[in-house]
């Protein structure tokens, strides 16, 4: 199999879509139902070029854009949205705020190690406190010595003890409005005084794991602080823009997937003396769901197309994460339903869907928060 840096971002679906097939979609079931870190898969992923997909080659990435970014997700998420989920997390806001804005040195010293596995990424922003209203963190950074030490707590942390690298934003002054005095860094896993909890009992998403990250005197040195002091909050909001790209292509994974489950299984399924697939009802059903997922598709590559040109995306970003998500949430109720009894029980993947998708509305912003996003886009 070829790995992602020798292949034409063209061929690069059926690369990745035979990786799925054999890697993650046979352990998908076992992940879910034991709550396991998907080991293979990703040691598998990292061989292949995946984990470093839009990391420049001077880096040791692939050096594709964010439409790969969202070819690979989709494909991944289509068969397991664990395993999707870790490798979104990784990519997107635990590697591209150091990508870009990050020192020469800072890139030398960790887009290697990321692109080849080495070292998973992982975003601590959301605090027990603050969720949407991300600026009301309350983790402090403050100076000592020649470096820095953080102190408070984050939440909801995907990667949470697996990662080897956490970009932490913390407050450094008092804010003045608009997320001011926010600045962001990068802590190792290994720094003293930094503590995983134990991770979160899911509804879905089992083998991701997600917890509380604890900082309690975390010494960092000075080279640690991302960007300049003060512009932490700006560069979250940068990394959760094209964060939503990856989330909009996981949900359309998943999307994706509960169609393709509805299709076999109305095929073959037998009532009334004939195939339930020719009954108009269930045609109907299945015809809503495609052209919703194709809607998806079109939205979620749009914002990867504008993205990768330099132009502004943000509100097409919030648009495809708002309009990807929902539409997974709907497509796999709606598998669940066509699939009656056998869609309610776990020997059958549509029920993880479901469980999975919910978690796409919420993660990333709220879908609440990407209308306020988009209205604030359209209102200016």
Known sequence: MAAATDIAAADLRALVRDFAAREVAPMAARTDREHRFPEEAIARAAELGFLGITIPDEYGGAGMGHVAFATLIEEIARVCASTAVI??????????????????????????????????????LTEPGSGSDAAALRTTARRSGEGWVIDGSKIFITNLGRAGSYIVMARTAESTGGGSGISAFIVPADARGLKCGEPFSKMGLNGSPTGELHLDGVEVPADA??????????????????????????????AQGALDDALAHVQERQQFGKRIADMQGIQWMLADMA?????????????????????????????????????????????????????????????????????????EGTNQVQRIVIARHLLR
């Open 87 to 124: 490798i979104d997390v990784h990519t997107s806001v635990g590697m591209e705020p150091i990508l870009l804005f990050g020192t020469e040195a800072q890139k030398q010293q960790w887009l290697p190690r990321m692109a080849a596995g080495e070292v998973l990424g992982a975003f601590a």
């Open 225 to 254: 602080l991302l960007g300049e002091e003060g512009r932490g909050f700006s560069i979250a909001m940068a990394a959760l823009d094209a964060g939503r790209i990856g989330i909009s292509a996981q949900a359309l994974g998943l």
């Open 291 to 363: 052209t919703q997922v194709e809607a998806a598709r079109l939205m979620t590559y749009r914002a990867a197309e504008l993205c990768d040109a330099g132009q502004p995306f943000t509100r097409e970003a919030s648009m495809a994460k708002l309009f990807s998500t929902d539409t997974a949430m709907r497509v796999t109720i709606d598998a669940v339903q066509l699939l009656g009894g056998y869609g309610y029980i776990e020997e059958y993947p549509v029920a993880r869907r479901m469980r999975d998708a919910k978690a796409a509305q919420i993660y």
